[in-house]
């Protein structure tokens, strides 16, 4: 269970915020409670699955570290998503400099294969359109549409104007939707 620290009244500053809850113990609860979220978050803002666990726990470690800066009045959620859309960033302008060598995943054979196949095939065309969308528009589209975060907290949490928030949110949903119409009738 994660214990929210009720601030002092008094305290500004996130060392005071936080103060005498030791970092490593909560951040790690935090980090537990909302590990399926977390990966859920890094796909969607295009992290390839065989990175995930990797970025999971990298966003673990920048968690650790800024702990004491964490404002437990603020959802969890996005304070994770922030820090998670900064690592996603790093990791996409890591990997443009790399050769990509893709892993393929091993398919699971459990349960009515009809219905695997069209789930596997809805989640593939809801990432490769999740995937044409730019990464700032993107991170907005994921947390309001799907993670239902209201704009005023995506605003703080990705540091925009809550006007340009909204900005991005109409027009990743425009592309989103081309990316989706393109993406159903094309080759499959």
């Not at 790690?28 to 970025?55: I, K, M, N, T």
């Amino acid at each position: 269970m994660l214990v929210r620290v009720s601030p002092d009244p008094g305290a500004t500053g996130g060392a005071e915020r936080n103060q005498g809850f030791p970092a490593p113990e909560h951040a790690l609860q935090a980090y537990c409670l909302e590990f399926d979220y977390l990966c859920r978050s890094l796909q969607r803002l295009g992290v390839r699955q065989a990175d995930l666990e990797d970025l999971a726990h990298e966003v673990f470690l920048v968690l650790d570290r800024k702990w004491e800066d964490y404002d437990p009045r603020r959802p969890l959620r996005a304070y994770l998503f922030g820090i998670a859309f900064r690592v996603a960033a790093a990791h996409r302008r890591r990997q443009a400099r790399e050769i990509p060598g893709e892993v393929p995943d091993i398919a699971d054979t459990r349960g009515d294969l009809d219905e695997i196949l069209a789930a596997a095939e809805a989640r593939s065309v809801v990432l490769r359109a999740l995937e044409r969308i730019a990464l700032p528009r993107r991170a907005v589209f994921v947390m309001h549409d799907l993670d239902e975060t209201p704009m005023r907290v995506i605003a703080d949490t990705l540091q925009i104007p809550i006007f340009t928030a909204y900005s991005r949110l109409r027009k990743a949903r425009q592309e989103f939707e081309r990316a989706v119409t393109v993406l159903q009738k094309g080759p499959r």
